[in-house]
């Protein structure tokens, strides 16, 4: 029996893929979800899905490249439901490229997303998760955050990153766990930022041949959270079997 009902959980990029899933799952479970993102009607139509099934989905405008916006997520959160016990930090990005195309405004969207949009959402909920002794921040990596891959350097970047942070963060914290996600190649709109349309080809026709759904990765989040608050699952990697 996994210990997940009324945990009071914030996901965000909340409105595709992994992160829907997330919430979809976490909802069935009796979590009580803050969900964030910058397209806010999709994010209305999965809260009005969690509602229609009884569940509780507060819907916050948000992105995570502004630290004001993260800060408001969750304060929000914690002003409607009266703490934070899980931040979710899945919101990501993935614009493949050569490091010799040279495309320096989509490595920095990756460093802002997938790094600083992390570390807003741990500056934002960590005083709260200090102050209740208790929380529990779960930051979606990827094995692109273990292993190098060319026309990845950046995304590996950005997600070694992830990995890096969350060790010195669980390490220092013993007042709560910290959980890193590392997902293979799972169905989800992440290719979308391909902005160079023969890679995303290649990419969608050659790599992401075999694909987990997303309710796969949602189930380890929810593994993950919903242990005993004495058991911390650091590290959880979820590949498709036939994945190299
Ligand atoms: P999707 O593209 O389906 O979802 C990405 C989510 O991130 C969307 O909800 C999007 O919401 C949100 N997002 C992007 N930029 C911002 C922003 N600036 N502010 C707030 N939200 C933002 O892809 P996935 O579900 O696959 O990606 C989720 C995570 O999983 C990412 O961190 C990704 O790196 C990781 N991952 C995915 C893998 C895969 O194969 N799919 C493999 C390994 C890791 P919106 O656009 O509405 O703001």
Known sequence: MLNIRDKVIAITGASSGIGEATALRLAEHGARLALGARRTERLEALAARIRDCG????????DVTRRDQVERFIDNTVATYGRLDVLVN?????????????????????????????????????PVMQAQHAGHIVNVSSVAGRHVFPTAAVYCASKFAVHALSEGLRQESPFMRVTVIAPGAVESELTGTISDPVMKKEVDEVFRRDLLPADAIARAIAYAIGQPDDVDVNELVVRPTAQA
């Not at 569940?55 to 948000?62: H, I, K, R, T």
Request: proline content about 4%; overall charge negative; cysteine-free.
């Open 55 to 62: 569940g509780d989905a507060l819907v916050q405008p948000l």
């Open 90 to 126: 899945n919101a990501g990005v993935m614009p493949l490229s050569r490091m010799v195309d040279l495309k320096v405004d989509e490595w920095e969207r990756m460093v802002d997303v997938n790094i600083k949009g992390v570390l807003y959402g741990i500056a934002a909920a960590l």
